[in-house]
């Protein structure tokens, strides 16, 4: 029998893991809110308010008049070697040749997961979790370890049952999770990289929001804490700006080795003229002046979605005020199905992400992820409103 | 037993694809080369003289001017919309929603790959090919259908016997080819599409040299006689800059929606500050400008290689000069072993590609890439000489 392909007939075609990528319902759902008078509390982008144009303006003249040919010829795939000893310098235990300069943090996760899942592979990650990491791993085909959190991260116990099944890596955010909120204590590092070590599993360390803290004293990363056993991902995207797509990864040597030789497959490296204008605008002071003016706005934000949440939904919602970062979590106290609400939610004028897109399996009906980073004071007080006549809805009830 | 991983004791742990991503010890010898007075004709690096770093510079200005926070903003996976436009508009039998913007065209290859190539799966490609393809393919485990090729690219012989194979694609490079500079007639051409409609084959279509044509009538894309089979590669790189990594698959809907699903997990987006300074130097022409004479450079570059070697090495070496492009590819006509002539060449101080580096299988031993791209006239008439002497030494005997 021969298909014949024909007009949108490759499906047929697409190897096996093509399957794996479906695109979600609720993406779809959200995407359609784009450009309406829907407030979004779905994303995680940055507010633009925070962009520096004017800097990014002169850094991109400086790095043309500088070193225009090198910005636009190719380059090492590992990235440019000034920009490396950048990232070594702020990240503690590494070294400019534990460095791979990468196209965002998305990237880096990618790239691990085509270095390290072979397929039916556990691998461990918190549930919930950050969506577009399940996104990167899963077209490997990786068995899920999930791994059940608290208010501090993931549980020990749960954690030392997940890491007993030897799995490829464990993938946590310690600083300010996505979606949590919420920040591992000093002790739950040191116990991790304990188990960890007992166990022998790699530990890949995802830190976007680190920077964004509003409260309580900095703790070392996993990283610094053990350089040999943690992948540690840094971005500009949540500090600087998304639309560079300029991060990296530091790590153990032979790690770095692997990722750089995927990557040459992947993109050949990384864009030299972002990097060239990401590193003028750095080393200019663009991103430390920056850093806590970035606190206060968000910080700012978050306080004015708890206050309206508290006023509009406190008897709807329950959750514990992040201390950085970009994201509450919330439980509906009466247990409504957050999926279902999103449908009411839109029609009130609201959007959010429904708590079940960040598990791999096994989600809770009734959490939801709320985003304060994009709206502004008004908007998020009218965004808790419309979520409070949502609760009310018909619809969102079962 | 529990391995201990510790320093640098990672690789144990690696999936199995990553054994199929090896640095090539010839990759490692040219790269001890760079900084060095070795002249190369290794590369495929554009000839930083014909950068406009001007027009950048005022293109960046203007795209941050004008558009300063989106240009700095998360943006849509398929790439800026207007961007895809001016793609659709240059690309017959595209539509902008059939193209998606990449991070280059060797993305475009990895991302074809994932979503293509099951383990084992038969991919037929010429042999030789463009090596950053079978590194984009390899990963994923292909068999090869290496398919010989004549001046005209494919033999049709060759060609039928892979295709009757169902493999999951064609992989071809009609105008230019790297590596071996040759161009397929429009006969060639509409065989070569009717043989795949028979056998119900994906084509993918490589199109980074086509518009450094130095002789010769245009001819059309294969995505043009057939945009329902093939998915049309073009880019930046080798016209406007490299460094920007930016690139577009043009081709069937179904197969660009997945190749966007992957590329969300992937990197999420190519970035918009870079989406947005090439839409700017575009739009103001800075490509139609340039063609003209980005066309006489290289003809001048190619025609200073083809009469240098005549001079030095006419005896040595058999080739057709290249109607376009950026390379040279010859054979040594007393059957010189090309890998052992390396070394000598080096020593020499010229470096080049073995052709064994281009075969996915089966490789011939006397074969060579030249490329002109980069030397300027002196360097070029040097490097024939040295490669004059490098055919004498010793060490390039067997």
Chains 1, 2 share one sequence.
Do not use: C
């Amino acid at each position: 029998m021969t298909v014949r392909a024909g007009r949108g007939g490759w499906t047929a075609r697409f190897a096996a893991r093509t399957e794996r990528m479906r695109p979600s319902e609720i993406r779809t759902l959200l995407k359609r809110t784009a450009g309406s008078d829907v407030i979004s509390l779905a994303g995680g982008l940055p507010s633009p308010a925070t962009f520096d144009v004017g800097a990014f303006a002169a850094a991109a003249e400086r790095a043309l008049v500088r070193d225009g040919r090198r910005a636009l010829q190719y380059g090492p795939t590992d990235g440019r070697p000034e920009l490396r000893a950048w990232v070594a310098e702020r990240t503690p235990g590494a070294t400019p040749e534990r460095v791979l300069i990468t196209s965002g943090s998305q990237q880096g996760l990618a790239l691990l997961a085509q270095v390290l899942i072979d397929p039916e592979a556990p691998v461990a990650v918190a549930a919930p979790t950050y969506m577009g990491a399940l996104r990167a791993f899963d077209p490997y085909a990786p068995r899920w370890l999930p791994v059940a959190t608290d208010a501090d991260g993931m549980r020990p116990e749960a954690l030392e049952a997940a890491l007993a099944q030897r799995p490829a890596f464990l993938y946590v955010i310690p600083d300010f999770d996505n979606p949590t909120g919420s920040r591992m204590t000093l002790e739950r590092r040191e116990a991790l990289l304990d188990a960890a070590a007992r166990h022998d599993v790699l530990v890949i360390e995802d830190a976007p929001y680190r920077e964004l803290r509003f409260e309580g004293e900095e703790l070392p990363t996993l990283h610094e804490l053990a350089p040999e056993r943690v992948a540690h991902l840094g971005t500009l995207s949540k500090t600087l700006a998304p639309g560079l797509r300029l991060a990296w990864v530091a790590g153990p040597e032979a790690l770095i080795e692997a990722l750089q030789r995927a990557k040459q497959a992947s993109d050949l490296h990384t864009s030299t003229f972002v990097q060239a204008v990401a590193l003028e605008a750095v080393a200019e002071g663009a991103l430390d002046r920056r850093l806590p003016e970035l606190r206060v706005h968000y910080r700012a934000r978050r306080d004015v979605l708890v206050d309206a949440l508290a006023v509009e939904a406190g008897d709807r919602l329950a959750f514990e005020p992040p201390q950085g970062g970009m994201f509450l979590w919330a439980r509906a106290t009466d247990g409504t199905d957050t999926t279902r609400l999103l449908g009411a939610a839109v029609d009130a004028g609201v959007a959010f992400v429904p708590g079940a897109a960040f598990y791999p399996a096994g989600a809770p009906a009734d959490r939801l992820r709320l985003s304060y980073s994009l709206p502004d004071d008004a908007g998020l007080r009218e965004a808790a409103r419309r979520l409070r006549t949502a609760f009310d809805a018909p619809a969102a009830r079962p």
